[in-house]
């Protein structure tokens, strides 16, 4: 069997840490070709590797015939066009969430996929791939603990730009806890409300900072997440979940633990990177072995759609204050 011919669109700091992914540690897969607004940033990630095509059109780049799927990387507000050409050229593609900036434009990214008749969409909801999150939601599936009741959540990140405002604490942190509720669950949230404590004094002007989002599933169950980005420590994701006859949680730092100098403790991550780097690997690496085989293996296009919808309800709240329902279309009658 031949290696999978990969071209990665965007190349900033999730797309170049997935470039040295898929040409030091994926099997069966080769880098081929990138694509980045920023020339000389995709020009380095090629000489970098080396034997790997810069396009300066990333439509191009998915057009090529030299390149057997796609790794989207790229800014949210780019994906719905590029994941269109990858549905019209028939290349399996791992979309880094967002699926597109909307639930309306995901719908139709959706519907193109069904159309088809097969699989190529993919998201990148890395949570899943965790080692931790995977044994979490065996257990849970199980049934050892009984019904699962609730679900905490904590997302911390050190710092972010000036540049990342209230609504992409919804849009690009908390959508990881969403997907990570609707699949513990196996169930669909039906209503978000996204709280707003007084801000750290450590952000800028009008970023709302920490949130914190409940959701209301199906089921009758609840979810609730504590997002902060800017939390000057490090990058800390915790869950825990809660069921009938007992609890389970991830997320507790039971790395290396150090009693020296009169101090004791751990460390925390400084971002995702170090954090889920077992997850991405295994992550892409699922995904190359399943395009071998033309499907997919992981969270689908409707798992990115039902993300944006939810999230779109979250920007809602996030403006009003107030409780607001999920507006998702009737998954038996958009995939039949």
């Known amino acids: 069997m031949t290696d999978l011919r990969i071209g990665i669109v965007g190349v900033g700091v999730m797309g170049a840490d997935h470039a040295e992914r898929v040409a030091r540690r994926t099997a069966g897969a080769r880098l081929v070709a990138v694509s980045d607004p920023?020339?000389?940033?995709?020009?380095?990630?090629?000489?970098?590797?080396?034997?790997?095509?810069?396009?300066?059109?990333p439509l191009a780049l998915i057009a090529d015939g030299a390149v057997d799927a796609v790794i989207l990387a790229s800014p949210g507000f780019a994906h719905a066009e590029q994941l269109f050409a990858c549905l019209e050229h028939g290349?399996?593609?791992?979309c880094e969430k967002p699926l597109t900036m909307d639930a309306a434009s995901s719908l139709g990214v959706v519907e193109a996929e069904h159309k088809l008749g097969r699989p190529l969409i993919q998201v990148g909801f890395m949570r899943r791939f965790d080692p931790e999150y995977a044994a979490l939601k065996q257990l849970l599936d199980s049934g050892e603990l009984g019904?699962?009741?609730?679900?905490?959540?904590?997302h911390r990140n050190k710092s972010v730009p000036?540049?990342?405002?209230?609504?992409?604490i919804v849009r690009d942190s908390l959508v990881h806890e969403v997907d990570v509720a609707r699949w513990l669950f196996a169930d669909e949230i039906t209503r978000i409300t996204v709280h707003t404590p007084t801000p750290s004094s450590l952000v800028g002007e009008?970023?709302?900072d920490p949130q914190l989002a409940v959701f209301e599933l199906?089921?009758?169950?609840?979810?609730?997440?504590?997002?902060?980005?800017?939390?000057?420590?490090?990058y800390?994701?915790?869950?825990?979940?809660?069921?009938?006859?007992?609890?389970?949680?991830?997320?507790?730092?039971s790395g290396l633990f150090t009693r020296a100098g009169g101090r004791w403790g751990g460390a925390l991550p400084a971002d995702f990177r170090v954090r889920f780097e077992q997850a991405y690997d295994i992550e892409v690496q699922r995904w190359v072995d399943a395009a071998g085989r033309?499907?997919?293996?992981?969270?689908?296009?409707?798992?990115?759609?039902?993300?944006?919808?939810?999230?779109?309800?979250?920007?809602?709240?996030?403006?009003?204050?107030?409780p607001v329902d999920v507006d998702l279309a009737d998954r038996r009658k958009v995939l039949g």
Request: charged share 20%; aromatic share 6%; hydrophobic share 45%.
């Open 38 to 57: 920023d020339a000389a940033r995709a020009t380095a990630v090629a000489e970098a590797i080396g034997g790997v095509q810069v396009f300066a059109d």
């Open 91 to 94: 290349k399996p593609v791992l």
């Open 147 to 154: 019904r699962t009741l609730l679900l905490h959540n904590v």
């Open 162 to 168: 000036e540049t990342f405002r209230s609504e992409m």
């Open 206 to 208: 009008g970023v709302l």
């Open 218 to 234: 199906a089921s009758g169950a609840i979810a609730d997440v504590e997002v902060f980005v800017n939390f000057q420590v490090g």
């Open 236 to 253: 800390e994701v915790r869950c825990e979940a809660v069921a009938e006859r007992g609890s389970a949680t991830i997320g507790l730092g």
């Open 294 to 322: 033309g499907e997919i293996d992981g969270p689908s296009a409707w798992d990115g759609y039902a993300a944006a919808a939810v999230c779109e309800a979250g920007l809602e709240s996030l403006s009003t204050g107030r």
